[in-house]
Structure formats: C-alpha cells, structure tokens
Nanobody, 129 residues
Framework: QVQLDESGGGLVQVGASLRISCTASGRTFSSAVMGWFCQSPGKERRFVAAIRWFGGGGHTRYADSVKCRFTISGDKANNTMYLQMNKLNPVDTAVYYC????????????????????WGSGTLFTVSS
C-alpha cells in the first residue's frame, strides 16, 4: 500500500508565504507525475500544480490562479514533493491534497484528478485577512 502524507498547513496572514510537503511511503513505487490539488468547502477539487518526472524530469505546470506565486518542486528519488506558496490571499484557503500518478500523463491531463492513482488525506491552511 502506498501512502501519501501532506504536512505544513496552518493559519497564515494575507501576503505571507508557506511551504507544504508531501512524502510517499509504503510499497515502493515510481511516480511519473505528482500533483497538488485543493478543495474549498462546497466546491469541487481543483488543480493547483503538477510536476512530471519522466523524460528528464522536472517539467511543471500550474493553474492560472497560482502562476508566479506558487512553485512546485520535489525529489523523485525520495518521492517527496513541495509546494512553495507566496503572496497568499484568502481565496487560497483550502485543503490541499497531494496526488501521484504511476502512468505517464500528457500535459493536458495532469490537471485531471481521476488520472491520479494515489491521494493523501490533505492538509488545511487558512489565509486570514
């Protein structure tokens, strides 16, 4: 069984920065893509960012709402992923989920939740105004 664990959530103020992490453990697996999704109360889970490890690795993609503010990074060898978030505002408040896909995904599919095989339980952070 593969387990994804997120950490780093909490309460921050508008304009602050925060880094959340995701670590995979359990049965050894090789993820082709890892991503971050978020979900606010009453809303659908939405794509935040993804990093593709295959083909040289390190290819990233972001939702328009977080471009230039968030940076995804990771260490494939250790199945660890990070999301550095800057200039946070209240609309960023959500539960953030880590996800991993074992299949190669084309760029356009990295933002689709059901393409991912494993999910963490989420970490909540709240941006206070």
């Amino acid at each position: 069984q593969v387990q994804l664990d997120e950490s780093g959530g909490g309460l921050v103020q508008v304009g602050a920065s925060l880094r959340i992490s995701c670590t995979a453990s359990g049965r050894t697996f090789s993820s082709a893509v890892m991503g971050w999704f978020c979900q606010s109360p009453g809303k659908e889970r939405r794509f935040v960012a993804a990093i593709r490890w295959f083909g040289g690795g390190g290819h990233t993609r972001y939702a328009d709402s977080v471009k230039c503010r968030f940076t995804i990074s990771g260490d494939k060898a250790n199945n660890t992923m990070y999301l550095q978030m800057n200039k946070l505002n209240p609309v960023d408040t959500a539960v953030y989920y880590c996800a991993a896909a074992t299949r190669i995904l084309i760029t356009g599919r990295t933002g689709v939740p059901h393409e991912y095989d494993y999910w963490g339980s989420g970490t909540l952070f709240t941006v206070s105004s």
